[in-house]
């Protein structure tokens, strides 16, 4: 199985919004629902950050919304702040009844 | 409040097998909500799920590592585990144990703090 595509990075000003894209198959994100995002800071171990495409864990920034069309999902967040500065990496399950990641997107907050 | 931990060594020999424990705490790992699963992540690099497996002992593993690597759980140790053999260099990484939360949710809810392994004679 192939990792999920994701740009290596992606920037945005303090207050701005992003958008990071999951680019995967008809295996794994065009058929499940089941894609995930996480937030790596360095050092540190992943949190997730959105699940089952559009939800939000409690606890989670409403800035932080999910979506998906076809084969590729989608991460924006919105009013950009210093802190969500970190990786970001998408997960889908796939038909194999596994799970792939994607290559992961450094977020630099400028 | 659910938690998961890693321990293991942190040095393996090259063609030796690599294995580590999680322990859960917080709750049952027989719990039937949640998968258990272990991700690596290698040095500079990108996550990579390992494998899953459910307290029945169901198991699944990455395709890249099958024959290579076996789960295991033991509810009587609130635990499961991880072994790889044949461990090469290419398999130092940082070790995550994790909850996957199972249908109608399905993603990794609870990430343990990870443990670093090096494969190094």
Known sequence: QSALTQPASVSGSPGQSITMSCTGTSSDVGSYNYVSWYQQHPGKAPKVMIYDVSNRPSGVSSRFSGSKSGNTASLTISGLQAEDEADYYCSSYTSSNTWVFGGGTKLTVL | ?121
Do not use: H
Not at chain 2, 21 to 35: A, L, M, N
């Open chain 2, 1 to 121: 409040q659910l938690q998961v931990q890693e321990s293991g060594p942190g040095l393996v020999k090259p063609s030796e097998t690599l294995s580590l424990t999680c322990t859960v705490s917080g709750g049952s790992v027989s719990r039937g909500s949640y998968y258990w699963a272990w991700i690596r992540q290698p040095p500079g690099k990108a996550l990579e799920w390992t494998g899953s497996i459910y307290y029945s002992g169901t198991t699944y593993y990455s395709p890249s590592l099958k024959g290579r690597v076996t789960m295991s759980v033991d509810t009587s140790k609130n635990q499961f585990s991880l072994n790889l053999t044949s461990v090469t260099a290419a398999d130092t990484a940082v070790y995550y144990c994790a909850a996957l939360r199972a249908p109608p949710y399905f993603y990794f809810d609870l990430w343990g703090r990870g443990t670093l392994v090096t494969v190094s004679s």
